[in-house]
């Protein structure tokens, strides 16, 4: 089996012990599926993110240990088409990648990792189909001309929605995201020398693909927000001698739809158009929690070598920014009372809870006065990516998403909504309950106005 992740750091994982139970093909890869020890952890209905899919269908199948034992089937079986059958294959696709075996399994199996791939070897045999290139070609679909356009009248279009349910499986039941009418717009930027007085001040705001194009509202309220508390700005973008004409892209989407290549030729031009900054020591900032955390967490199974490792320790989404700013008194700006704002719902991205992010998320929201905030103990939204728009997995993500998500929404229709993930705000809005505002935003409606 030719792998596609680098998983050396599993090399020794198992090593001695007689109960690993490591199967006999796959190598390093079989030897990251065999850190499960069976404790069944994952099928409970604990607080937490584990397991979505166990969640709505109670089937030991379908947990990350369910997971494990159909691929330790699938490796220990001589034949390699066992590895790819039908059952395999759907088990894998209710996966959501939601990363919380990761952080709440004893053992930390990263089954969002082994379906990465999963999904490559499966691309690698199978082609890759044409829905699967659309989701994975999304930073290169939004710069086609009209494609505003036509995201518009598909959606008003029940024809056309049914249209493209029977051919490429897009569910007619959702509403697909609507580009802004103008991006978010990169001004005009110093040299990377301005101001050597002010070294500790300058940042790096990564304004990702789906907030560049989707909600450049929350790009420019963490540039304000970042600005008003006395830092430099720098604006992630690409080397003058880059090759493609569009904006920098973790290549999130063509990782979790089994591109790796793909995937890895983004995190080459991302390393390259951030090498200075981060020899220059700049906290890299980032607001979408898929894709930032990209570049600390997938970057690093990629085979990139030191470069990913650099850049993996100055990456901080922006709660965790400001929270570490804050405990280092380096950060001036305080927050007034939001007017009109008395109540607040925060609903967390699964990544963010990956990897604790949330704890500064309502750090920052206690320091708001005269503000009662609750977060919403909820597993995975349902979306998750692509997910939620696929036609066979609608009635799932909808699952997902009345298990906590939908009800507490229901229970504050006055509260004011809160989510930094793209595909959460989505689910949430086609459901007919109001937007939700990323962070960026809510912290901007609580800082000083500038007489």
């Given at each position: 089996m030719k792998l596609f992740l680098d998983w050396s750091s599993y090399e020794n994982a198992g090593m001695g012990d007689a109960y690993a139970d490591i199967p006999k093909h796959g190598a390093d890869f079989a030897k990251a599926v065999a850190v499960c020890i069976g404790s069944r952890q994952c099928?409970?209905?604990?607080?937490?993110?584990?397991?979505?899919?166990?969640r709505i269908t109670q089937n030991p199948g379908l947990s990350p240990g369910g997971r494990v034992r159909a691929l330790k089937a699938a490796l220990n079986a001589d034949d390699a088409a066992?590895?790819?059958?039908a059952e395999l294959a759907e088990t894998m696709a209710l996966c959501v990648s939601c990363k919380g075996c990761k952080r709440e399994c004893e053992n930390e199996v990263d089954m969002a990792l082994i379906k990465a791939e999963f999904l490559a070897q499966q691309v690698s045999r199978n082609g890759v189909s044409l829905r699967r290139r659309l989701w994975a070609e999304l930073p290169k679909v939004l710069r086609w001309p009209g494609m505003r356009s036509l995201i518009v009248w598909r959606n008003k279009s029940p024809l056309l929605a049914k249209l493209a349910e029977l051919g490429l499986g897009i569910s007619a039941r959702v509403s697909l995201p609507v580009p802004a009418q103008m991006p978010f717009q990169i001004p005009s930027q110093s040299p990377l020398s301005l101001h050597p007085e002010l070294a500790d001040k300058q940042v790096v705001l990564l304004v990702d693909t789906f907030n560049y194009y989707f909600n450049p509202a929350a790009a420019a309220?963490?540039?304000?927000?970042?600005?008003?508390?006395?830092?430099?700005?720098?604006?992630?973008?690409?080397?003058?001698?880059?090759?493609?004409?569009?904006?920098?892209?973790?290549?999130?989407?063509?990782?979790?739809?089994?591109?790796?290549?793909?995937?890895?030729?983004?995190?080459?031009?991302?390393?390259?158009?951030?090498?200075?900054?981060?020899?220059?020591?700049?906290?890299?900032?980032?607001?979408?929690?898929?894709?930032?955390?990209?570049?600390?967490?997938?970057?690093?199974?990629?085979?990139?070598?030191?470069?990913?490792?650099?850049?993996?320790?100055?990456?901080?989404?922006?709660e965790e920014f400001i929270v570490r700013e804050q405990a280092a008194k380096r950060w001036a700006l305080a927050f007034n009372a939001i007017p009109g704002v008395s109540s607040l719902l925060l609903h967390g991205h699964c990544h963010q809870k990956a990897v604790g992010a949330i704890k500064s998320v309502r750090k920052l929201l206690k320091q708001l006065p005269d503000l009662k905030f609750e977060l919403i103990e909820a597993s995975c939204c349902g979306m998750a990516g692509n997910f939620g728009v696929e036609a066979e997995h609608y009635d799932q993500a909808q699952a997902m998403a009345e298990l906590a998500l939908f009800p507490a929404l229901r229970a504050e229709p006055a509260a004011l909504l809160v989510s930094n993930g793209f595909s959460c705000q989505q689910q949430i809005g086609n459901a007919g309950f109001t937007k939700p505002l990323h962070l960026a935003e809510v912290l901007c409606l609580a800082i000083p106005s500038q007489d």
């Open positions: 099928e409970k209905d604990a607080k937490g993110v584990m397991c979505p899919s166990f066992a590895f790819f059958n309220a963490a540039k304000k927000l970042l600005t008003r508390a006395g830092y430099y700005v720098h604006i992630a973008t690409p080397l003058a001698d880059d090759t493609e004409d569009r904006p920098l892209c973790c290549g999130r989407t063509y990782f979790s739809n089994g591109m790796i290549d793909k995937a890895r030729t983004e995190a080459q031009r991302m390393l390259a158009a951030l090498a200075d900054h981060i020899a220059a020591g700049r906290s890299i900032i980032g607001l979408e929690p898929s894709c930032i955390l990209s570049l600390r967490d997938e970057y690093l199974k990629l085979g990139l070598g030191e470069p990913a490792q650099k850049l993996a320790e100055k990456v901080l989404l922006l």
